[in-house]
């Protein structure tokens, strides 16, 4: 289930933990329920977001064709910046 707070929504996802030990995200579940899977991941790196605070790893991913920043946070969550509080 999806959490509005201020820029950020939190979101269900779906991850595997490779044989190498990198956590992989597979699919996400949006506000309204609807599963999105993750077509690609173009880059992985540890970084803030500057629109919603806080700090974790970013996946820059491809979800429908479209590029989409997902976080995992250091308390274990994973976020979208939402483009409204």
């Not at 707070?5 to 779906?14: A, R």
């Not at 599963?35 to 970084?47: V, W």
Request: hydrophobic share 40%.
């Amino acid at each position: 289930m999806a959490i509005r707070i201020g820029y950020k929504v939190y979101v269900d996802v779906f991850a595997v933990f490779t044989a190498e030990g990198e956590l992989r995200p597979k699919y996400l579940i949006w506000e309204d329920g609807t599963k999105y899977e993750i077509d690609r991941i173009k880059k992985r790196e540890r970084c803030a977001s500057l629109r919603a605070g806080g700090i974790g790893i970013l996946y820059i991913c491809m979800v429908r064709g479209r590029e989409i920043r997902l976080f995992y946070e250091e308390n274990y969550r994973w976020f979208l910046e939402a483009k409204e509080a």
